[in-house]
């Protein structure tokens, strides 16, 4: 379950919360002012996301080293053709 806690009642009831998250996993959404800043999530979840963001940045750096030789203009209309065929795609 995901649900909101104002900072004051995660500094309040850290532990209770700590809880909630690692026995239930339960996620947690801090806000301050209304707006999210944070978020208390399992362990297990981290190390999803962790091991997806160095996923990403590995793919990130072959495609970056794949097109490194290639002009800038060149490189956008690689990219611009891409998203065309991709739009019409899920178009249909």
């Given at each position: 379950?995901?649900?909101?806690?104002?900072?004051?009642?995660?500094?309040q009831?850290?532990?209770?919360?700590i809880?909630?998250?690692?026995y239930?996993?339960?996620?947690?959404?801090?806000?301050?002012?209304?707006?999210?800043?944070?978020?208390?999530?399992?362990?297990?979840?981290?190390?999803?996301?962790?091991?997806m963001?160095?996923?990403?940045?590995?793919m990130?750096?072959?495609?970056?080293?794949?097109f490194?030789?290639l002009?800038?203009?060149?490189?956008?209309?690689?990219i611009?053709?891409?998203?065309?065929?991709?739009?019409?795609?899920?178009?249909?």
């Open positions: 379950m995901q649900r909101e806690a104002p900072a004051m009642t995660v500094r009831n850290l532990g209770e919360l809880n909630e998250v690692q239930r996993h339960d996620r947690i959404v801090i806000t301050k002012a209304g707006k999210p800043v944070a978020a208390l999530i399992d362990m297990n979840l981290f190390e999803r996301i962790r091991k963001d160095e996923e990403f940045a590995a990130a750096d072959k495609i970056s080293a794949a490194a030789d002009p800038e203009a060149e490189g956008v209309a690689l611009d053709e891409a998203v065309r065929v991709a739009r019409s795609k899920a178009s249909r």
